[in-house]
T-cell receptor
Framework: AQSVTQPDIHITVSEGASLELRCNYSYGATPYLFWYVQSPGQGLQLLLKYFSGDTLVQGIKGFEAEFKRSQSSFNLRKPSVHWSDAAEYFCAVARDDKIIFGKGTRLHILP | GAVVSQHPSWVICKSGTSVKIECRSLDFQATTMFWYRQFPKQSLMLMATSNEGSKATYEQGVEKDKFLINHASLTLSTLTVTSAHPEDSSFYIC????????????FGSGTRLTVV
């Protein structure tokens, strides 16, 4: 069963505009959720993670994510994107002590 | 912070040969490591879970004899692609879990394997 769904394969935003990447999960009452970023040909960098507590999580590079149990969502946001944010973004969930990834969203930035 | 070193970063090999990829946790002990495979423009698919001192646990559909995993120490896991074929060409990424950090999974920088 699909644990993590990222409905948007590609997202294009203008530099300086706000960003929201969607993620829905379908595993566990209290999931452990992650957002990772991957530049072309590179490994993964952890942006932020949620285990419990405050549902608004602050991460690196100005990113934040909000856990909404009622919507089974963990959307990633950034108020103003920079050209260097162009990359692949993966939402992930910890399931049976393993990290399971969504299919990813490719972020394109318009100058 | 926790660092995972993966080597080599890229490798080209001839069809029929074997290739070994190393994954090392540099500043923490990792009793569990994970191996992922990523096709171009696709997500990471978990191949297997590597446990120190025991046999690896493979995900459904992953050939155990094709992808040999060894986790002989608390800081090193290796993935050997045996009798490689062009369809094995892919990006392989390892991850190590730091048990001292709450769900502290750290990823290596990946290995690009090209089989010609």
């Amino acid at each position: 069963a699909q644990s993590v769904t990222q409905p948007d394969i590609h997202i294009t935003v203008s530099e300086g505009a706000s960003l929201e990447l969607r993620c829905n999960y379908s595993y566990g009452a209290t999931p452990y959720l992650f957002w990772y970023v991957q530049s072309p040909g590179q490994g993964l960098q952890l942006l932020l993670k949620y285990f419990s507590g405050d549902t608004l999580v602050q991460g690196i590079k100005g990113f934040e994510a909000e856990f909404k149990r009622s919507q089974s969502s963990f959307n990633l946001r950034k108020p103003s994107v920079h050209w260097s944010d162009a990359a692949e973004y993966f939402c992930a969930v910890a399931r049976d002590d393993k990290i399971i990834f969504g299919k990813g969203t490719r972020l394109h930035i318009l100058p | 912070g926790a660092v995972v070193s993966q080597h080599p970063s890229w490798v080209i090999c001839k069809s029929g040969t074997s290739v070994k990829i190393e994954c090392r946790s540099l500043d923490f002990q990792a009793t569990t490591m994970f191996w992922y495979r990523q096709f171009p423009k696709q997500s990471l698919m978990l191949m297997a879970t590597s446990n120190e001192g025991s046999k690896a646990t493979y995900e459904q559909g992953v050939e155990k004899d094709k992808f040999l995993i060894n986790h002989a120490s608390l800081t090193l896991s290796t993935l050997t692609v045996t009798s490689a074929h062009p369809e094995d060409s892919s990006f392989y990424i390892c991850s190590a879990r730091d048990l001292l950090a709450a769900y502290g999974y750290t990823f290596g920088s990946g290995t690009r394997l090209t089989v010609v």
